[in-house]
């Protein structure tokens, strides 16, 4: 049995940021903290909903301020990256095979955004928005 060391390569705290793809990623998995607090955002509008309606007045003063709003674009914008790089990734995670052939990744992609379109469409009309 050897008594030399073994070699233990240095990884300091910002080892991330010596690659691009290695920040990309770290900027993607990122994007999980604002969807969180967006996710709790609507939560405290669900308290101040049944709260009553003083509660859910103030609860719509607050995101209607310059920085709510700020807010919530970066958040739309951290949520759309999240979304995108996901339907990007899921060809590499589901393996579909058709009679003995793979499907092409961009009907995987593409089926997607196709779902995401019609569920966005669907949600729209719920709520009784444009159609």
């Known amino acids: 049995m050897s008594k030399r060391k073994p070699y233990t390569r240095p990884m300091g705290p910002t080892w991330w940021a010596s690659h691009p793809?290695?920040?990309f990623y770290m900027l993607r998995?990122?994007?999980?903290?604002?969807?969180?607090l967006y996710?709790?955002?609507?939560?405290?509008?669900?308290?101040?909903?049944?709260?009553?309606?003083?509660?859910?007045?103030?609860?719509?003063?607050?995101?209607?301020?310059?920085?709510a709003i700020v807010?919530?674009?970066v958040c739309l914008a951290m949520a759309m990256l999240h979304a995108v790089t996901w339907f990007s990734l899921t060809p590499k995670?589901?393996?579909?095979?058709?009679?003995g052939k793979p499907l092409p990744e961009n009907l995987i992609v593409g089926g997607h955004y196709a779902g995401f379109v019609v569920?966005?469409?669907?949600?729209?009309?719920?709520?009784?928005?444009?159609?």
């Open 21 to 23: 793809y290695y920040r």
């Open 29 to 36: 998995e990122g994007t999980s903290v604002f969807v969180t």
């Open 39 to 67: 996710t709790l955002a609507l939560v405290c509008a669900l308290f101040a909903l049944v709260k009553g309606e003083a509660a859910w007045d103030a609860y719509v003063a607050a995101m209607s301020s310059p920085a």
């Open 71 to 73: 807010f919530h674009l």
């Open 93 to 99: 995670t589901m393996d579909i095979w058709i009679k």
């Open 119 to 131: 569920a966005s469409i669907v949600v729209i009309v719920a709520i009784g928005g444009w159609l």
